[in-house]
């Protein structure tokens, strides 16, 4: 297998954002590949799936380990997410277990719920000092599902081991200090979290160097090639050769491997983050993140220094004008703040930022392997921290142990391949988002 590099990630509307977690954290020292070098095992991205993945490789013993970023390690989704550490996927566990059965629901959750785990346990073992914080409501607008929606959720989540709180209206603009009228209820998660994600990477990062494995920033892989006794990964200044690799990169490898780009069809985000609130005015005073299962699919939180950060899709497929979506984002979150939360409606917003993320067409994520020797994983749709952490995992054991799959649920879903490498995504993604709603319409 020889493939190379074709970019459709469309990095120049990312360059210039103002990226709050970028602002916040330092990264250390960064180091380019330069000259031919062997190792065990080499990782293509430098993300949350990389770093995770190299971390319990390097648990299990294995030397030699290698990883190479494009850009710097956290560069795509996994620096510029929300921030939500929190279980299951895009898919409600209802509909889960309706279409796989409540066993296989069960499982993907408990996966889902053990890699919310591995973030905190990881960064507490590790001293990372990384902003966390405890609690996660996923809320309803009144014009969205109903009331009905949230008991049948309530009711897999109790019958599969994972019970969660339903909270009525009054409930939800008391944890948020939001508009009365604003949401209908929602399901507040106790075991769910939210962070720095930057601080956490680049935590991680100074562990892993620091322990032996080598991080390659500023090293896009322009070329791999499947030799009978190893692979070869060309970069612009030197080659690495590997017994074994894993593609990490999700929707930022843009069609390096081209049968991983037809799994998912790219959508952009975009977050904002407001000037410091003080602290007399009321803004969220139970500090959970928030999700919206409805409406603008909006996600929010407060940071440690007392801004709020609030994020929804922004468009699909790539931009052109930076400066115009720019500002088409700003009015988006702006819009979004003045109904949330007109108490702060004249809060300046400091810092504007956004990022692709791959979704597949049944939102649940990707993970296989060819011959035993090429590894990928990704397809987050929106969940990645969590999913990131219990996928390296699963690959980890795999690649260590020389199997093929992960010997887990995540290998029994199937994934149709989707027409083209990335020129249809904008129609893909349309058809894909009006079939979800009238399915969740229709219960």
Known sequence: ????????????????D????????????????????TFEVAIVGGGLSGLATAKFLADLGQKDIAIIEQHHVGWGASGRNGGEVIPGTMVAVKRIARTYGLNRAKELYD??????DLVISTAQALGIECDIKQGYLSVIEPHGFSQDYLKKEIETLEKIGNPATI???????????????????GIYYEKGYHFHPLKYLYGLKKHLVKNGVSIFEKTPCIHFEEKKDNITVKTPQGTITAKKII?????????????LRRKYVLIRNAIIATEPIAEEIKLLPSDVCVSELTGKLLFYRKTVDNRLLLGGGDNIGHHDDLMRNKEQTKDLCQKAINTLFP???????????????GVTPNYLPYVGSQNGRIYYMGGYSGH?????????????????????GT?????????????GTGRLDAYLARIGMALETIRERIG
């Open 1 to 16: 297998m020889s493939n190379s590099f074709i970019n459709l990630t469309y990095d120049d509307i990312l360059t210039a």
């Open 18 to 37: 103002t990226n709050y977690y970028r602002e916040t954290s330092e990264n250390s020292e960064q180091t380019s590949l330069i000259g031919n070098k």
């Open 111 to 116: 996966l889902s719920a053990l890699g919310v």
């Open 167 to 185: 909270k009525n209206a009054d409930d939800v603009q008391a944890m948020l200090g939001s508009y009365e009228g604003r949401y209908e209820g």
């Open 247 to 259: 593609f990490c990169g999700d929707s930022y490898l843009g069609t390096l491997v081209p049968f």
């Open 343 to 357: 108490q702060i409606k004249d809060a300046e917003i400091t810092h504007v930022w956004g990022g692709y993320i």
């Open 384 to 404: 990645g921290v969590n999913l990131t952490h219990i996928m390296g995992k699963l690959v980890a054991h795999a690649v260590h142990e020389g199997h093929a």
């Open 407 to 419: 010997n887990s649920a995540f290998d029994q879903i199937k994934h149709f391949p989707l027409p």
